[in-house]
């Protein structure tokens, strides 16, 4: 099926610094969530479901694991002649010393050679680090219907948290008046969700204007958007309606993993109408041993529950021994939870082994502990 | 390995009644997530068998579905192939559609592939095996035929109507008979076979000319005395699915992950279709023991000793115990199952109790409402 035109290209750059060791190894995007996912399977199969079949992942942060991970484009369905997922790395050019991406919107004028050959009418940016289901198509369809030059889409978030986001003050339409970063005062509670809809023409334009002004910092937040105002483009809102999470700390991460225990959650990954895809590991289905008890929890392939497992997200291949209890807890794959070892209100790093009767984590505790292969020098 | 593979169909000796009559044995779920084919399929592929042709006695449309082009059980798209292989013609009697009379009308596509050997195996034995083990072993021998069997001794209850072969000091075939369950300690043949792919065609050209009732095993049969047939013994787990109640015996028993584990090795895996389920939930009133859970289910009632496959639903206060339960089937609030097999998409919710005090058990059919 010939696509819609636009090319999307997701930001996969990020470290994720406040997620600590989790990414210590693999970039942010690639962090696991909900069990059998990564955080990058979310866009990606938004994508794919979109009908959007040329896909760039800009990556940069500790890439290997990344780069391959998108490179299997059929475990999304984009492995179509017409399109594909590329892997858009920093690079050195003939013209140019190598150089890093420096912010958000360099890293798409670094790849405007790319973004020409496919000559798309359309680039839709999105971000490599949330959890959410959305239909870019209907997006586009507003983009177009507004004949916006730039469509950011938003978020009504409560009043009092609107001071935390990036804000758009809107008029009459949905049309973007201002926009203010962290505003102490916020004058609207609508948070741009870092998902942007470009004309590709003019994005380019503005991008190389960009790139040749020494005081920007190359980010769209920070400069693209505003130039775009200045110059009184057609900048319109979308508003989005669902389940959207930044899963930026270990807190907000394992509130994420939690939502997935709550029957009615907005995110409901059963929705065989909108699929996300990941990885196929080849793991036996999970068994629940004889004298095992489960309650309230997510539990995926590979698993093997001997012991107690109470409001949890067990990833793929973890392994609960006899006696041991996991509550409140996410359990990233191919861990080991040892015999009468006590787990509550934690995230295990993949493939850890919880030694026997290992106790990590409080009830009650205000944060969540990160259980996790200490790295030297912290 | 320098062999094609051909994955042959069941003869008559080998029907799961009910789950049968919706797809043939190889596409017949197992363990929740798998088709029975995957296990001899991922034997062969892991082999480094990399050209595959599977033969389909019927309703193909399941089978063509689950393989794909193959890429899935690692075979290459560009140097591989996987065919699905039926009879594309009418027979006038069921009991002319013989392994034989396919492979005859397919000998085209037999002679044009480049490999000088043909492994032939069914479906219905699951075993985890290196087939490249086989090929040096039938190279050392020198043998015509190599042939697979296991030693078992429940053969009065499990391999019923599989044949029996009987070997002499130099693991040479003497004589093949049925397994008609009266001797407990048997040998018995995998129905699995190597040899030169000349010999596989002159076989079966042999078998047309005597019988058009003659599968490939009794042409094998009458040749014993010519051909020097050598036994390979396959070490190891063996389970034959060749009825409902023998599918249902070792489906219960692999349930175990130590007797899971000598069938899925991890360096040896058995490939499937994945259909990106997502992981299953409990919910609060959800349990389960000793059970093994497919993906995307949703638990709010009790499951024991049980197989549940995708996307199934066990209702609040419903106890299924023994049970299999086929992908997106649905029990409804306050059931009670003990020993049923549930086919795919039905949904039991209108009665109380349906208990199977035999060892066979209960089959609920496809998109059956009870």
Redesign the interface.
């Known amino acids: 099926m010939r696509s819609n035109n636009m090319v999307a290209m997701i930001l996969a750059g990020g470290r994720g610094t406040r997620l600590f060791e989790l990414t210590s190894k693999v970039a942010k995007p690639a962090v696991n969530f909900g069990g059998k996912y990564r955080i990058i399977d979310f866009p990606l199969s938004n994508c794919a479901n979109s009908d959007i079949s040329t896909v760039g992942v800009l990556t940069q942060y500790e890439s290997v694991l990344l780069n391959s991970y998108v490179a299997k484009d059929q475990y999304w369905g984009l492995d179509i002649n017409d399109g594909g997922v590329y892997v858009l790395s920093p690079r050195e050019k003939a013209t140019e010393d190598f150089e890093v991406y420096q912010g958000t919107a360099d890293a798409i004028t670094q790849n405007i050679d790319f973004l020409d050959s496919i000559d798309p009418e359309y680039v839709l940016i999105l971000s490599g680090d949330h959890i959410y289901k959305m239909n870019y198509a209907k997006m586009l369809g507003y983009h177009k219907m507004k004949g916006a030059d730039a469509t950011i889409a938003v978020l009504e978030v409560p009043m009092k948290e609107a001071s935390r986001f990036g804000i758009m003050n809107t008029g009459e339409g949905d049309r973007i008046l201002e926009f203010e970063e962290k505003p102490k005062e916020p004058k609207s509670n609508l948070a741009s969700m870092g998902i942007y809809i470009f004309t590709y023409k003019k994005l380019r334009q503005y991008l190389l204007a960009d790139a040749a002004n020494t005081e920007s910092r190359h980010d769209f937040g920070h400069d693209i958007i505003p130039t775009y105002l200045n110059d009184k483009m057609n900048l319109y809102a979308y508003r989005f309606k669902g389940y959207w999470k930044d899963v930026g700390t270990v807190d907000s991460l394992w509130e994420a993993n939690m939502d997935l225990l709550n029957a009615n959650n907005e995110l409901d990954l059963a929705d065989a109408s909108w699929k996300i895809y990941t990885e196929d590991v080849n793991a036996l289905p999970q068994y629940i041993g004889p004298d095992a008890s489960v309650k309230n929890s997510y539990i995926t392939e590979g698993c093997v529950v001997e012991g107690n497992v109470q409001n949890s997200v067990l990833g793929t291949n973890v392994k609960v021994a006899k006696g041991a209890k996991v509550i409140d807890s996410v359990i990233m794959p191919g861990t080991v939870i040892g015999e009468n070892a006590t787990i509550t209100r934690c995230i295990v790093a993949e493939n850890m082994v919880i030694p026997k009767g290992a106790k990590y984590g409080k009830k009650n505790s205000e944060h969540i502990e990160l259980v996790a292969e200490k790295q030297e020098g912290k | 390995m320098n062999a094609l593979g051909i994955i042959n169909f069941e003869g008559d000796t080998a029907f799961i009644d009910g789950l049968g009559e919706y797809r043939p044995v190889p596409a017949v779920s197992f363990?929740?997530?798998y088709r029975i084919i995957d296990v001899i399929l991922s034997n062969m592929t892991n082999s480094g068998i990399n050209n595959v042709q599977v033969y389909c006695k019927e309703k193909p449309r399941n089978l063509i579905e689950h393989l794909g082009n193959g890429?899935?059980y690692n075979i290459n798209s560009k140097r591989g192939k996987l065919q699905v292989l039926y009879g594309e013609k009418m027979f006038s009697s069921l009991v002319y559609n013989t392994d034989i009379a396919n492979f005859e009308l397919n000998m085209q596509y037999i002679q044009r592939d480049s490999n000088p050997y043909v492994l032939i195996a069914p479906s219905y034995f699951v075993y985890s095996l290196d087939f490249t083990d086989v090929m040096k072993k039938h190279l050392d021998t020198g043998a015509d035929v190599t042939l697979l069997y296991t030693s078992t001794n429940e053969a009065r209850t499990s391999f019923l109507g599989c044949d029996v072969v009987k070997l002499d000091s130099e693991k040479r075939v003497t004589s093949f008979e049925k397994n008609r369950g009266n001797n407990k300690n048997r040998l018995i043949s995998l129905e699995a076979y190597l040899m030169k792919k000349s010999l596989f065609i002159d076989l079966v050209e042999k078998a047309t000319k005597t019988s058009s009732l003659y599968w490939f095993k009794d042409i094998l049969a009458d040749s014993v005395e010519q051909l020097d047939i050598r036994g390979f013994q396959v070490r190891g787990y063996v389970a034959c699915l060749n009825s409902l109640s023998e599918y249902y015996r070792n489906c219960m028993e692999l349930?175990?992950?130590s007797v899971?584990a000598l069938l899925?090795k991890p360096d040896w895996?058995?490939?499937?279709q994945?259909n990106?389920?997502?992981?299953?939930?409990?919910?609060?009133n959800?349990?389960?023991?000793?059970?093994?859970?497919?993906?995307?289910c949703?638990i709010e009632g009790t499951?024991d000793g049980s197989i549940?496959g995708r996307?199934v639903r066990i209702g609040e206060g419903a106890v299924v115990k023994n049970c299999i339960i086929l992908e997106d089937a649905v029990i409804g609030k306050d059931v009670y199952l003990e020993n049923v097999v549930v086919d795919k998409y039905a949904q039991v919710k209108n009665i109380d109790r349906l208990t199977s005090y035999e060892p066979t058990p209960i089959y609920v059919k496809r998109l059956d409402r009870i």
């Open positions: 363990l929740g997530r890429q899935r349930k175990h992950p899971s899925f895996p058995i490939y499937t994945t990106d389920s997502c992981p299953t939930r409990f919910h609060d959800g349990t389960a023991k000793d059970s093994v859970i497919a993906n995307g949703v499951v549940l996307n």
